[in-house]
């Protein structure tokens, strides 16, 4: 996998490659990642590239999709990352996504994961998509809940060792259909 792989009115979601690296150190070092989704440990542009291809790219070879960066179409800015990922613990993929402090507020979580779950639907058939937060972001669950996401069960997340709540989305036949990158 490689390039853009969606496209949305003001977003591009393409797959990460190590030339990334500079923005995965700010992104993956965001007191909000930090916070809500955990330390990584990618402190350096050779840490990001490592994460790069242990993660994303590892995970487009064996499964088909994983996470992507997004970008504002307007001026090519990234922004954030989101996409799924497919984790030992859950029988179907997880939506997850993270944005930059100073792009959150704006619409673009929701149109990024609201693409990516047309695309689980849509591009790849799934039936089932998950996503997990810890309970206290309360702005991640508010979006899950308005993309026709609900509370599944407590999880506890094995790389974390805390609490998460699950949440579960099955195939509506009202969801959007994505455009084609370059669209």
């Known amino acids: 996998m490689s390039g853009e792989v969606l496209r ?8 990460f490659t ?3 690296a500079p923005f995965l ?14 330390d990584r440990g990618v402190r350096t542009e050779a ?12 995970s487009y070879a064996a499964h088909g999709f994983g996470l992507w960066r997004v970008d504002c179409l307007g001026d090519g800015t990234s922004i954030g990352m989101c996409g799924l990922l497919q984790r030992d613990v859950l029988d179907a993929p997880d939506l997850g996504y993270a944005f930059l402090a100073e ?3 704006q619409g673009y979580a929701r149109e990024a994961a609201s693409a990516t779950l047309a ?7 799934l039936e089932t998509v998950y996503a997990y937060t810890v309970a206290d972001n309360v702005r991640s ?29 099955t195939r509506a036949a009202d969801a959007p259909t994505p455009s084609a990158p370059g669209r």
């Open 47 to 58: 840490d990001a590239r490592a994460y790069v291809a242990e993660g994303p790219r590892a």
């Open 119 to 125: 695309y689980a639907r849509v591009t790849l058939g």
């Open 25 to 38: 150190v700010r992104l993956l070092g965001d007191p909000g990642f930090l916070r809500f989704i955990g």
């Open 8 to 15: 949305t009115e003001r977003l591009a979601l393409s797959a």
């Open 141 to 169: 669950v508010a979006l899950l809940t308005d993309l026709g996401f609900r509370f599944d069960r407590a999880l506890v997340l094995s790389e974390a060792g805390t609490e998460a709540a699950l949440y579960r989305h």
């Open 18 to 20: 190590e030339a990334d």
């Open 103 to 105: 792009h959150t507020g």
